[in-house]
């Protein structure tokens, strides 16, 4: 057996086993997973396709118009309803595996043409005591699975029932999602090493004169360069004022001497997001102000790295950042007052305005609550997140002027172990004295 056909066989065992466990889980009943729709851009031209996470999670298929339905029970059953084999179409659009194929490669107990899901979709309702799917994700998708539902329901005097009850889907496959397995983590340290060489090569491209977009390039290019099909989001290349602006993506300024840019920038593997921020200055070499404000950002993402290990309360790496960086709002002058003033009044929030982190995995903002019963959910390992404070300084009559549109922010993404953190994304360079040799020696 090739690798190829190793990895393919291994892959398609991880994913019926995620299967297996969310059939489970349900008990009884049958669950309907679509993949997302092919989206029109302009008039007959469509954006590049990218399947639903759910859908992917569980089948690891990566073609339009197909849906998963799993039937729970005694003996739980997967089936996949996928295009068939076409030789016109796949000579304009490329290959289709069919059903036959794709039941083979990917692990299905049975497959069916995606034409036939209407008709199948009735039988396969009958007598089934529940229906999970994900209501109100879709309005097209919950009208036609209400037409199926109510294509059951007309056969009651023939002594068939209809599902009485609906759960929500997501919520079982938000459990499974937060914890990362082993080929998940294999994946998204593969995108995190991706990711860093694109910054890195992005602070060697920085110069004055240069504008945002050319960076941008950069990272877009080093991104496909070393295999990931997409940027995770659309990448942010923030200099000067512009890193004062949270979700900044013009991109499209000129960056001048002096400024620092701030990039927000991670590629997706295989359907994983990678999520990296680092801020540095366009002419190499750190302002005496930058430095100071840097270093404020970098000591508060150490302290909130130092509560990120299992057993921790979601929101305590939050809490530690947030109290390092009003210490130091409070000594640089840009606040007034004690800090447990600070701390109760949120007055930090000028400068400091969002969460310290978000779980990340197949999306960037990825599955998973915060809280569970009113309670910060504890930390285990497996999951993964990120952690990126930051300090956005406008001008302001009451702000010291040395430190007026100095943006910075500074996010990696961090693996909890039963021994604390793994930081996938250490190959980034992250100190003022490493980034100004890389940036040096460009």
């Known amino acids: 057996m090739n690798d190829s056909v190793a990895a393919t066989k291994a892959a398609a065992s991880v994913h019926a086993d995620r299967r297996l466990r969310l059939a489970v889980s349900m008990r009884e009943g049958v669950a309907i997973v679509p993949t997302a729709p092919e989206r029109v851009r302009n008039r007959d031209a469509h954006y590049p396709f990218r399947f639903d996470s759910y859908f992917h999670y569980l089948t690891g298929f990566t073609e339009p118009e197909s849906v998963l339905v799993l039937v ?40 069916y043409p995606i034409a036939l899901l209407d008709a199948k979709m009735p039988e396969l309702l009958s007598n089934q005591p529940m229906l999970h799917y994900a209501p109100g994700a879709d309005a097209a998708w ?18 068939i029932s209809a599902p009485a009850s609906i759960g929500d889907l997501r919520v079982p496959l938000d459990e499974m999602r937060l914890v990362k397995d082993s080929a998940e ?14 910054h890195r090569r992005a602070m060697q491209a920085a110069r004055p004169g240069r504008y945002e977009y050319e960076v941008e390039a950069e990272l877009l290019y080093a991104f496909r360069r070393h295999g990931a099909q997409f940027p995770a989001y659309t990448s942010i290349v923030a200099s000067g004022a ?3 602006v949270l979700h900044y993506v013009g991109n499209d300024a000129p960056m001048a001497d002096g400024d620092l840019l701030l990039i927000d920038a991670g590629c997706e593997l295989d359907g994983y997001a990678s999520d990296i921020t680092r801020t540095f200055p366009v002419n190499g070499r750190f302002t005496g102000p930058q430095r100071t404000l840097y270093e404020l950002v970098l000591a508060a993402q150490s302290a909130a790295m130092a509560e990120t290990c299992a057993g921790k ?55 998973g609550d915060y809280k569970l019963a009113g309670q910060w959910r504890p930390l ?33 993404d961090v693996l909890v172990t039963s021994a604390g953190c793994e930081v996938l994304t250490h190959e980034t360079p992250k100190s003022i004295a490493d980034i100004e040799a890389l940036m040096r020696d460009a």
């Open 185 to 198: 983590l294999a994946t998204m340290r593969r995108a995190a090493g991706i990711s860093a060489i694109a």
């Open 142 to 159: 919950d009208a036609r699975i209400m037409g199926w539902m109510n294509a059951v329901r007309e056969k009651v005097r023939l002594g």
């Open 313 to 367: 309360g979601w929101n305590e790496p939050h809490d530690a950042a947030v109290r390092v960086l009003a210490q130091g709002m409070l000594d640089l002058g840009l606040l007034a007052g004690s800090l447990d003033e600070v701390l109760e009044k949120e007055t930090y929030r000028r400068y400091y305005m969002h969460r310290t982190g978000h779980w990340l995995g197949l999306d960037v903002h990825d599955a």
């Open 72 to 111: 729970a029970g005694d003996a739980p059953r997967s089936i996949l309803f996928c295009r068939e084999k076409n030789e016109e179409r796949e000579i304009w659009d490329g290959f289709r595996h069919g059903p036959d194929a794709a039941r083979a490669k990917f692990g299905f107990d049975e497959a």
């Open 380 to 412: 285990v390992p497996g999951m993964v997140l990120t952690v990126e404070p930051g300090i956005y300084v406008r001008p302001g009559e009451d702000v010291p002027q040395q430190y007026w549109n100095i943006g910075i922010r500074i996010e990696d």
């Open 242 to 244: 512009n890193a004062c």
